[in-house]
């Protein structure tokens, strides 16, 4: 049963325009959320988190909401450039006071910027 | 800076060979943890240690083993490859796990192949 879900496969946008991907999760225990941006032949690389007493997080041109409620998130990419293309996985955390036990991912989402 | 080092980078093995995937890391960091990402799925975690001579289980442990004897250093062990081990493996660190979800810096994978 997967507790990060990210339901679209592929997105894409033209060069310019918002990018918006989504995230689901079904875990209520989920205290903080990151994004993973990775490139072929490369591992993910950190790219925005959010803690879940927050309901927005900003870094220059990615935004991530959070609806806690609804138990979704999205990362916002304004504008979107071409070498935003890459595949990027949502994650989640447990606050569990250990944590050692990773994050879940999501099965990611393939954004590709159309020129 | 090398951050985390993985060798090697392509592998081909026979059903019931044993090999060694190697990880290494030069940032100093206290967590280590291996991942592995299928098709269609997101990354799922296999082992981590949280220091030196302290390693645990993750989501998907069976058919592999870890040790940890140096800060440095976390190889993974598979003792009689199956073709369900095919997979692309990342080997990730980070400074600490306090639960807070802390960023992990990735290697760039091994991708495995069992016949």
């Known amino acids: 049963d997967q507790q990060v879900k990210q339901n679209s496969p592929s997105l894409s946008v033209q060069e310019g325009r918002i990018s918006i991907l989504n995230c689901d999760y079904t875990n209520s225990m989920f205290d903080y959320f990151l994004w993973y941006k990775k490139y072929p032949a490369e591992g993910p690389t950190f790219l925005i988190s959010?803690?879940?007493?927050?309901d927005k997080n900003e870094d220059g041109r990615f935004t991530v909401f959070l609806n806690k409620s609804a138990k979704h998130l999205s990362l916002h990419i304004v504008p979107s450039q071409p070498g935003d293309s890459a595949v990027y996985f949502c994650?989640?955390?447990?606050?569990?006071?250990?944590?050692?036990?990773?994050?879940?991912f999501g099965k990611g989402t393939h954004l590709i910027i159309q020129p | 800076n090398a951050g985390v080092t993985q060798t090697p980078k392509f592998q081909v093995l026979k059903t019931g060979q044993s090999m060694t995937l190697q990880c290494a890391q030069d940032m100093n960091h206290e967590y280590m943890s291996w991942y592995r990402q299928d098709p269609g799925m997101g990354l799922r975690l296999i082992h981590y240690s949280v220091g030196a001579g302290i390693t645990d289980q993750g989501e998907v442990p069976n058919g592999y083993n870890v040790s940890r004897s140096t800060t440095e250093d976390f190889p993974l062990r598979l003792l009689s490859a199956a073709p369900s081990q095919t997979s692309v493996y990342f080997c990730?660190?980070?400074?600490?796990?306090?639960?807070?979800?802390?960023?992990?810096?990735f290697g760039s994978g091994t991708q495995l192949s069992v016949l």
């Open positions: 959010i803690s879940s007493i927050k």
């Open positions: 990730a660190s980070s400074y600490s796990w306090t639960g807070g979800g802390e960023k992990l810096f």
């Open positions: 994650a989640a955390s447990l606050y569990s006071g250990g944590g050692a036990d990773g994050l879940t």
